[in-house]
């Protein structure tokens, strides 16, 4: 522990350095009594070559642009309500199934409460990193009520999801490591692996035929590091979930360790809400699953849960945790309230399924192509991108907001509506959405 931190202050000093060179230099550079050969001439008299302009893809970027004065512009619309299920978007009354609020937790009392009283005990924020001084008791009590919800020894919270994946990928996939991913993992996971110094495979989606195939083959060819996979456990897109029993079982014979990240099941899979292992009855067989707080726990953050050692090592080696503040204390707040709920009402998950049945079911029979769905998040493949978001504005302007999906997101030809459900939309919101689909899909020729 010592240790590390003093690479840490090594590492900073070093930096600071090397910031302190950098700006001696520029103060140098055109200083009357200082003159530098050149040092006034621009780039290309120096050189002889002209650089281009950085920015200049910026000032040719017009394709937002373009989608607006179409008037199918989807992107940034302004929630001017609590982002519940129903919603006022650009002073509009909307029907919201575009959310990842699945618990229907973002605006129950008492997660509002919680967040609300932390705020006055701890103030707005915890201005440095969990590392140093941004620790607070919240944040361990958050901690142990994880691990102890996700049946594992321990838990560690970061700032963000997105940060959660960086920091952990990263740190654990050394220089002389493997580590694969699923074609359709989300960017998070994509921008670990780029991160880490290790070799990254790509497998294809969900086809763990292929997984081995890849693995054997690194293995086959001299690969003598650790090796790790990570995979979503419900693909955020299509809502389709990891054939983990395969996939712990091809693991398992190579020794790859592996890691879920469990988004978009936390809260709605598995008996207690556990996620995709407790799914699977595959707790034991997972290394590190990770969460986000952004979804069933209506909150902002993210975490990994592990055995005890893992977590040590990563809380004192990722970059992500160490070098960015923690989550402000009504976040953490809010997440041990709305833990408190999950754990006593799980009729709300029951009812999140029944939801996500019925509208899996509902869009099937009217003739949409709903993809590989398994889960609360039901797609609706549409094709091209221009006609998604012109089903989009549609669905829209009759009041049901959702969320159009593109390439590169999804492969190109591919476009779609992805509508998500929550515990509590109620049969009249879905009634409704269904209805105005169906009339939607009949003028767009999607379905007869
Ligand atoms: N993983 C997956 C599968 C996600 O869908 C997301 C968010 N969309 C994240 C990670 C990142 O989580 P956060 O929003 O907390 O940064």
């Known amino acids: 522990m010592r240790r590390v931190t003093f690479n840490y202050l090594v590492l900073a000093r070093g930096q600071a350095a090397k910031i302190l060179t950098i700006v001696l230099k520029s103060a140098l550079i055109g200083c009357p009594q200082n003159p530098e050969k050149g040092a006034d001439l621009p780039p290309e008299e120096k050189t ?3 650089c281009p302009d950085l920015f ?15 008037g199918i512009y989807p992107y940034f619309r302004p929630v001017q309500s609590a982002p519940g299920n129903e919603v006022v978007i650009d002073g509009k009354e909307c029907i919201m199934i575009g959310s990842n609020n699945y618990l229907g937790l973002v605006n129950h009392p008492k997660v509002k409460e919680a967040a609300a009283a932390a705020a006055l005990k701890y103030g707005s924020g915890c201005t440095g990193s969990r590392f140093l001084n941004g620790t607070l008791d919240l944040h361990i009590e958050l901690e142990h009520r994880l691990a102890k919800f996700m049946q594992r020894e321990a838990a560690l919270v970061f700032s963000t999801g997105f940060q959660t994946n960086l920091g952990t990928i990263s740190t654990l996939v050394g220089k002389s490591d493997a580590v694969f991913i699923d074609r359709q993992d989300h960017a998070c996971i994509v921008d670990g692996t780029r991160l880490s110094y290790g070799k990254i495979y790509k497998f294809a989606h969900n086809d763990i035929d292929d997984y081995e195939r890849v693995v054997k083959n690194v293995v086959n060819n001299g690969h003598r590091g650790g090796m790790l996979v990570v995979v979503d456990g419900v693909f955020s897109m299509e809502g389709d979930i990891i054939d983990l029993p395969r996939l712990v079982e091809v693991s398992q014979r190579y020794d790859v360790r592996v890691m879920v990240d ?3 099941s936390v ?10 292992a407790e799914h699977f009855g595959l707790l034991d067989k997972v290394d590190i699953t990770m969460g986000t ?3 069933s726990f209506a909150s902002l953050g993210g975490f990994i849960v592990a055995d005890a050692a893992v977590i040590e090592w990563v809380k004192h080696t990722a970059r992500a945790l160490i ?9 953490a707040a809010a997440v041990l309230a709305a833990l408190d709920i999950i754990e006593t009402e799980p009729e709300r998950r029951e009812h999140l399924w029944k939801n996500a049945h019925r509208m899996k079911r509902e869009f099937a029979g009217l003739g949409f192509d709903v993809g590989r769905t398994e889960t609360p998040i039901v797609p609706i493949v549409i094709g091209g991108d221009i006609e998604a ?4 504005k549609a669905l829209f302007d009759r009041g049901v907001f959702t969320n159009p999906v593109v390439s590169p997101a999804v492969p190109p030809g591919q476009a779609m509506i992805r509508t998500s459900y929550t515990a509590t939309h109620t049969d009249e919101h879905l009634d409704r959405v269904v209805e105005i689909v169906a009339q939607v899909g009949r003028e767009k020729g999607l379905i007869s």
């Open 323 to 331: 070098f960015s503040a923690s989550i402000p204390p009504s976040n």
């Open 267 to 276: 809260g709605v899979l598995g008996e207690t809400g556990a996620g995709t």
């Open 56 to 70: 200049e893809k910026c000032f040719q970027y017009t394709t937002p642009q373009d989608i607006r004065n179409l």
């Open 262 to 264: 469990d988004a978009h």
């Open 48 to 50: 002889g070559v002209k």
């Open 389 to 392: 978001f012109e089903f989009w």
């Open 293 to 295: 707080f952004s979804k």
